[in-house]
T-cell receptor, first 113, second 117 residues
Framework: ETGVTQTPRHLVMGMTNKKSLKCEQH?????MYWYKQSAKKPLELMFV???????ENNSVPSRFSPECPNSSHLFLHLHTLQPEDSALYLC????????????FGSGTQLSVL | AQKVTQAQTEISVVEKEDVTLDCVYE???????LFWYKQPPSGELVFLIR??????QNEISGRYSWNFQKSTSSFNFTITASQVVDSAVYFC??????????????FGQGTILTVHP
């Protein structure tokens, strides 16, 4: 148990669907992250929230919309995705957001048909 | 720009063999952190070690050891007497140590390690 919980673990969606990924951390951390892990590619940072404020948006298409209602919860809203968006989406948290180690969830394996 | 290269895509060993995973990095920052993470089949990345760029001492933790050589920009990871449970994907990562780095890690592509009984 890493203290970072992601739901759902698996998600299959069509290109016209709207779905949301949820992440919850029980570690009292102030920073939360979304990373994308595609086959045969390095993990890519998508978004960073520090104290519920988005501080990094790594040129992510607008069909991905993050939301951080409080320091314990992070969402990734998905709409009109493309098949190439199929990947493992990993949520992580850290105490302050400045080079300390990240605590990762188990990820949501997303398949876009 | 930062870059992390893990040249070994896949490594296969037999249990009890020693294995070294290579990591080479590029950065213009003078202070930075280097990390190793393990990703077992369950998916979550598990933190193994963080090394500050000012600290070049090698570290040993049980069967794991890390060799940081700033002169060659390498941060290699050795598993001694490998076990089947060591089978996983291992990632090397780099982060700027500045106050606005916001935990932005640059990851290598990962090395798939398979340990056979």
């Amino acid at each position: 148990e890493t203290g970072v919980t992601q739901t759902p673990r698996h998600l299959v969606m069509g290109m016209t669907n709207k779905k949301s990924l949820k992440c919850e951390q029980h570690l009292g951390h102030n920073a939360m992250y979304w990373y994308k892990q595609s086959a045969k590619k390095p993990l890519e940072l998508m978004f960073v929230y520090s104290l519920e404020e988005r501080v990094e948006n790594n040129s992510v298409p607008s069909r991905f919309s993050p939301e951080c209602p409080n320091s314990s919860h992070l969402f990734l809203h998905l709409h009109t995705l493309q098949p190439e968006d199929s990947a493992l989406y990993l949520c992580a948290s850290s105490p302050m957001g400045g080079g300390e180690k990240l605590f990762f969830g188990s990820g949501t394996q997303l398949s876009v048909l | 720009a930062q870059k992390v290269t893990q040249a070994q895509t896949e490594i296969s060993v037999v249990e009890k063999e020693d294995v070294t995973l290579d990591c080479v990095y590029e950065t213009r920052d003078t202070t930075y952190y280097l990390f190793w993470y393990k990703q077992p089949p369950s998916g979550e990345l598990v933190f193994l070690i963080r090394r500050n760029s000012f600290d070049e001492q090698n570290e040993i933790s049980g069967r794991y050891s890390w060799n940081f050589q700033k002169s060659t920009s390498s941060f290699n990871f050795t598993i001694t007497a490998s076990q089947v449970v060591d089978s996983a994907v291992y990632f090397c990562a780099l982060a700027n140590a500045g106050g606005t780095s916001y935990g932005k890690l640059t990851f290598g592509q990962g090395t798939i390690l398979t340990v056979h009984p």
